[in-house]
């Protein structure tokens, strides 16, 4: 009996002990706890929850990469951009990661005959994409995984990850490049599919459907026009605007909202794999500081 009243007894005091050791921590200390429900746009969080942001990521931030160019007769020139914020953003709804703001400087040149266009330099593109992933890292994101909504970037990219090994960066560039599934999902009805075509229109039917004029799809042509007679293995500059000079390829009429459904879903899945898997990598930094380290004295680099 007398154990029972002394055992809870000092439960109590326990109890007391613990809750004014609590109520002693400093209130910024308590107002630096990070709330429940991080936003994850980088524009939305206030400073402090940027750095809680940073550490719930675990240093994993998401470079939204879009561009302004004509889609078609139907759909908007901002196409791609809205297209990659609405997978990138749910993707991180679901894998925590901070989203970078709106960005679209990337490779278009081939669409500067068509309105509304940007199309920024060649130099300004690469200087801008640097500063940027340079200044996101200073800001502690330390993997930075670039998820690209544009076709014409496919070459862009992997050269600018490529070209980061030319001098240290505390961080490591990730791109992820996939916005199609290869197969399942509703059947296609068509063959030719490159832009704003049927996968695209149909995508565009869920991230943005007040913004898609399907009646207008079939005022121009998306067919394959195969001007230039090259072997397949020859690369010119010049080959889009050969094959497609309405900057448009396949036929948007044939979108459906499933198919929107189906693929937006893909995409959105395939990006939150992609976030784990570089939350996981532990690999890359440290080979990537290695390689920068040997290629200070490459003559002492043993075989
Ligand atoms: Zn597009």
Redesign the pocket.
Same mark, same amino acid.
């Given at each position: 009996m007398m154990t029972n009243i002394r055992r809870r007894a000092l439960s109590v005091l326990s109890i007391l002990v613990l809750s004014s050791i609590l109520n002693s921590q400093p209130a910024s200390a308590q107002a630096a706890t990070s709330p429940a429900k991080l936003s994850v746009h980088w524009e939305e969080l206030t400073a402090s929850d940027f750095r809680d942001g940073v550490r719930r990521s675990q240093r994993t931030c998401l470079l939204p990469f879009g561009?302004l160019?004509k +889609?078609g007769p139907h759909?908007p020139l901002g196409? @791609?951009l809205l @297209?990659v914020r609405y997978a990138a953003l749910h993707a991180a709804e679901e894998e925590y990661a901070i989203v970078f703001p709106e960005y679209y400087f990337g490779q278009i040149a081939e669409a500067k005959h068509e309105p509304g266009t940007m199309a920024y330099s060649r130099s300004l593109q690469l200087a801008l994409l640097q500063e940027t992933t340079d200044e996101m890292a200073r800001n502690g994101c330390k993997k930075i995984l670039i998820v690209n909504? +544009?076709?014409g970037n496919q070459h862009l990219l992997p050269y600018f990850a490529q070209s980061q090994l030319d001098k240290p960066h505390d961080y490591v560039v990730y791109i992820f490049d996939e916005r199609t599934p290869q197969h399942g999902g509703p059947a296609k009805k068509t063959t030719i599919d490159m +832009?704003?075509g049927e996968s695209?229109t149909s995508k565009m039917m869920i991230s943005r459907p007040d913004t898609v004029h399907q009646d207008r799809a079939t005022n121009e042509s998306g067919a394959d026009q195969a001007r230039q007679k090259l072997p397949e293995d020859v690369y010119t500059g010049i080959w889009w605007y050969t094959r497609f000079p309405n900057h448009y390829s396949g036929d948007g009429s044939a979108a459906t909202k499933e198919l929107g459904e189906y693929q937006m879903k893909w995409w959105i899945d395939s990006v939150v794999k992609a976030i784990r898997a570089v939350k996981v990598d532990d690999v890359s930094l440290k080979l990537q500081n290695e390689f920068y380290e040997k290629s200070a004295h490459p003559l002492d680099t043993q075989p």
């Open positions: 561009i160019e +889609h759909l196409t @791609d @297209d909504g +544009h076709g +832009h704003a695209e």
